[in-house]
């Protein structure tokens, strides 16, 4: 068999214990490589996230022209339940509230069924083509590839600006599909842990997950400030919603340069293989984690990850968007104190390998995310929560400080079990899977929240089975993390 086991001694390394961190220090070349993919991960996260929530708002606002509304209505409940009865529809002081309001749900039904098929095509669009770069970074090498993803970002996120894609549905459609031609935000992701995955090679297994991880916490950093960011500027009023894509394309731009003046190449002449069209498909990177029985069990548990993920952060940031204006601020705290609590528990994770080693991590951080995702929609149900229901939904994002500790760890185990030569196509399988994931989660997620809005007022009986779906989605993952086999975490021969 291809991965057999190594020796004893490297049991430890999988199973916990205070011998699985054995770190010493790391030789400088690997650190500052280190540091500029810390750079890269936090410039083109925070490029892409300035962009979730007002990306949401334009779907809203389609929505709403669609119903008849004013567009400037953005679906904000402020526009149907103000003090007065005039409306963007024209005058309404004849309709009793449950007729408003189900006009009111009709635009945000239409929003959510928008925003699912955005997810859809942009993740769909980047599953086809990230094995391929994948492969290319194998065969070509990682700095090209990388700064190819980047560049493609920045130019798309450009054009949007000046050809005002940002404010239309078609358009922004049409320029995000582009935009994942060149692998997107996933790529780039991808592209990164690869440039991380050559340097450490020669790491033992605990150190190298430590370093994955100094990687991940400014990749989530990244995350927070962007929506941080924007969500403040608009809550403010000194930018719109669409202006956040002008300050997302000069993010990209900057992420760019840095790839380009700092990163050192890593897949050096000798280290390349030859293009393999096989491993090249949408599914080479996949077929080649399930060669493996640790990585089958990644493949289990990163799916279940991320429907948990999806799930609940695609209804509660729609919720938020349809929201009052202050709410629909919060749609872009939410993701930030999301991934706030995820970065945090990036910075904490030695500690946890160090007293659990790297499988009891992995379980951890997946038992939580198994409990907690499903409960951020809890504000929305609770009376006690009402008119603080985005405060209270960034709240309830601090358990992910355990609940995100699985993914390091898990990249790691990934390219620890494949041959240096399989490392691009690795990373991308793992990646291209997160990405698939996600379009199908967020659709299925935003359709039933929008069947239920569409025939409930406010969807209050049926956006429950999409927490549902969550916590189906939180127990696979566990289960898999439960499951991870007692075998070595050596590379392949």
Request: charged share 10%; net charge neutral; aromatic share 10%.
């Amino acid at each position: 068999m291809a991965g057999s086991i190594q020796s004893e001694e490297e049991r430890p390394l999988l199973e916990g214990g205070r011998d699985a961190v054995a770190v010493g220090k790391a030789p400088a070349h690997v650190n500052y490589t280190i540091w500029v993919c810390a750079a890269v991960a936090f410039f083109q996260a925070a490029a892409i996230s300035m962009t979730w929530g007002p990306g949401m708002e334009v779907f809203n606002n389609q929505a709403c022209v669609n119903v008849g509304f004013n567009a400037s209505c953005s679906c904000s409940k402020a526009c149907l339940f103000g003090a007065n009865d005039t409306f963007p529809w024209g005058d309404v002081s004849n309709k009793t509230q449950a007729e408003r309001e189900a006009k009111y749900n009709k635009a945000l039904s239409d929003g959510g069924n928008l925003n699912g098929n955005y997810a859809l095509v942009l993740n769909c669009v980047n599953f086809l083509v990230l094995t391929l770069l994948g492969e290319m970074s194998d065969s070509l090498g990682r700095k090209g590839v990388l700064l190819v993803t980047l560049m493609g970002s920045a130019g798309c996120c450009w054009c949007m600006v000046f050809l005002g894609a940002a404010s239309e549905y078609m358009l922004l459609m049409g320029a995000t599909a582009a935009m994942s031609l060149t692998g997107g935000q996933f790529a780039q992701t991808s592209g990164v842990f690869a440039v991380v995955a050559d340097v450490t090679a020669n790491l033992a297994v605990a150190e190298r997950t430590i370093m994955f991880a100094k990687v991940v916490f400014p990749l989530y950093f990244g995350i927070v400030v962007g929506p941080l960011v924007i969500g403040t500027l608009i809550l403010e009023g000194i930018v719109d919603p669409t202006q956040s894509f002008h300050i997302s394309a000069a993010t990209f731009t900057m992420a760019s340069l840095v790839c380009v003046v700092l990163l050192p190449e890593t897949r050096t002449k000798e280290t390349r293989t030859a293009f393999n069209w096989v491993r090249a498909n949408p599914f080479g990177g996949i077929a080649l984690l399930l060669t493996d029985s640790v990585t089958r069990m990644i493949i289990g548990l990163e799916a279940g990850a991320m429907i948990a993920l999806v799930a609940a952060i695609s209804v509660v940031s729609h919720y938020l968007a349809g929201g009052t204006v202050k709410e629909q601020a919060f749609t872009s705290y939410f993701y930030a104190a999301l991934f706030f609590a995820v970065a945090i528990g990036n910075l904490i994770l030695p500690a946890c390998i160090h007293q659990f080693g790297i499988r009891g991590t992995i379980r951890l951080g997946t038992l939580f995310a198994f409990i907690f995702f499903p409960l951020l929609g809890l504000p929305q149900w609770v009376g006690v929560f009402e008119g603080n229901v985005g405060i209270w939904s960034c709240v309830f994002c601090l358990p992910q400080a355990i609940g995100g500790m699985w993914d390091a760890p898990c990249r790691t185990l990934t390219v620890s079990r494949h041959k240096e030569s399989q490392i691009g196509v690795a990373t991308a399988g793992l990646v291209s899977l997160q990405c698939i994931m996600q379009g199908i989660t967020a659709k299925a997620a935003l359709s039933i929240d929008a069947y239920g809005r569409s025939h409930d007022a406010f969807g209050g009986k049926m956006v429950w089975l999409a927490y549902a779906f969550a916590a189906v989605g939180g127990l696979l993952s566990f289960a898999c993390a439960m499951n991870l086999p007692d075998i070595n975490v050596g590379k392949l021969a």
